[in-house]
Nanobody, 126 residues
Framework: EVQLVESGGGLVQAGGSLRLSCAATGFSFDDYTIGWFRQAPGKEREGISNICYSDGSTYYLDSVKGRFTISSDNAENTVYLEMNSLKPEDTAVYYC???????????????????WGQGTQVTVST
């Protein structure tokens, strides 16, 4: 059974930083990507970044480029999202998700993924 556990969310002032973690277990893909998503109240879930296991390629939503960095510790099957220069509009529940892939690339649509974590709340105050 695939399990994804997010951690690291919290309350931070605008301009601050947080580091989210996503620990993945129980999967057996030959190649895979893990994506980070977020969902603010009343809004659709949006993909913000994904990282591909085989070549380490990373992809970002334009609005977070230069502020967020995705990375992975493949030995620990853990993916991180370093978030800097946080803005109130970054407030949301952040989720990670995993899917098997054959080709590295951008996978930022929620419908691309079948296995999700429970989410972690990020709140950025003014």
């Amino acid at each position: 059974e695939v399990q994804l556990v997010e951690s690291g969310g919290g309350l931070v002032q605008a301009g601050g930083s947080l580091r989210l973690s996503c620990a993945a277990t129980g999967f057996s893909f030959d190649d895979y990507t893990i994506g980070w998503f977020r969902q603010a109240p009343g809004k659709e879930r949006e993909g913000i970044s994904n990282i591909c296991y085989s070549d380490g390629s990373t992809y970002y939503l334009d609005s977070v480029k230069g502020r967020f960095t995705i990375s992975s510790d493949n030995a620990e099957n853990t993916v991180y999202l370093e978030m800097n220069s946080l803005k109130p509009e970054d407030t949301a529940v952040y989720y990670c998700a995993i899917r098997g892939i054959y080709v590295s690339g951008i996978y930022l649509h929620p419908d691309d993924y079948g296995d999700w974590g429970q989410g972690t709340q990020v709140t950025v105050s003014t």
